[in-house]
């Protein structure tokens, strides 16, 4: 069995920061370093401004324009796909984990992958081509052309661990678009954290979508409680205990799909403080992104004739919507079981998208939402999980109901 090369890229402004690491870092932290793994970190945008500016300004203008705008993810999918192209042997594994924008960077590295293939080892002054083919659009002749020519055999991904994904890269008007972002035949394993609480205009929810021809792809998109750092990380340490369990879930997934983990290290890091589904969420719309909500972004819809358009929408505040059919965590009943406050109006009123059964109704096939079971990592680590990824769990009795009644 060939090795396993792990790439992980981080949010908006996360690097390491003792105290208050995102869930990337934490991830980082706790795989196991031998010869079958080799592993690669890269801070979030707005961390560090580019080597190749010199001065103080030059620095602090790239700073604000990756916190802003996302400068640098450009930069972060090359560096990326470069240390694939060195490392990466015939039948390794690749891993990607991303959190915030670097989720939407993983996402595009395997987009880059799938698109352009990978180069051979040396060719360095080739990426920017591959970049620049790889931004087009409806330019499949000439990407077929550049990966026959320059790539190896298709690369597969074996697994896309995302938190929280956000794809607010590029002005309002104008934001960046790149293929294969949303769906993506050459992925096996996708697995996507996405929080119930965030209601942020630049924090939309980011759904991976199952590509047609990938109808085995193994995807699973669960909702947490909590606002997008509650999700991937970044408080300080005392007050992560609702991101610590997307962290366990994401650490027991991708270690059944064949992530080495120092055990030891990783039981220490989850609980420290231990996952608490009665945490208190943050508040993340507050001061500075209330402005957003009333300044016009672009969204997609239908029009009558079925075709999709952009029009420019107010956000308001707007809670996420869930759809029936989504996985809940487990943790999330635990909540409603002990909270007062909650569900929120978006999960106790979920969104039906269930196909008409032919007799003109539209009846729910979801009454239930799904639920997600825990498994805690110390039992995964003990052999105490199933083997093998997406495997179902039981639910103690009455969970399904205490969900669907919001009791």
Known sequence: MGRNIIICTDGTANQFKPGRNSNVVKLYSVLERSGEQIIYYDPGVGTVGSYSALTWVARKAQWILGMAFGLGTTRDIIEAYSFLMENYREGDRIFLFGFSRGAFTARAIAGLLYKCGLLHPNNQNLIPEAMRIYKGHRNWDVADG???????????????????????????????????????????????????????????????????????????????????????????????????????????????????????????????????????????????????????????????????????????????????????????????AGRDDYPPPNLAGRKCRCKDDGTGAQACKHPESPVEARVPLGDFLQGGGPSGPGQPEVLPEGKERMLDSGS
């Open 146 to 336: 550049f990966r026959a020519t320059y790539s190896r055999p298709p690369v597969p991904i074996h697994f896309l661990g995302l938190f929280e994904t956000v794809t607010s890269v590029g002005w309002v008007w104008d934001p960046v678009r790149l293929d294969f972002t949303t769906t993506n035949p050459a992925i096996l394993h996708v697995r996507h954290a996405m929080a119930i609480d965030e209601r942020r205009a630049f924090f939309r929810a980011n759904r991976w979508r199952r590509h047609g021809e990938a109808g085995g792809q193994d995807i699973r998109q669960v909702w947490f409680a909590g606002v997008h750092s509650d999700i991937g990380g970044g408080y300080p340490r005392e007050e992560s205990g609702l991101s610590n369990i997307g962290l366990e879930w994401m650490l027991v997934e991708a270690g059944r799909a064949g992530l080495r983990l120092d055990g030891g290290a990783a039981i220490r890091i989850v609980n420290d403080p231990a996952p608490d589904p009665g945490r208190d969420a943050h508040r993340s719309l507050r001061g500075a992104w209330w402005p957003a909500e009333v300044w016009p972004k672009l969204k997609n819809r239908r029009n009558r004739h079925g075709k999709w358009v952009r029009y420019p929408a107010l956000n308001l505040a707007k809670r996420r919507g869930i759809y029936c059919d989504e996985p809940i965590h487990e943790t999330v009943v635990d909540r409603i």
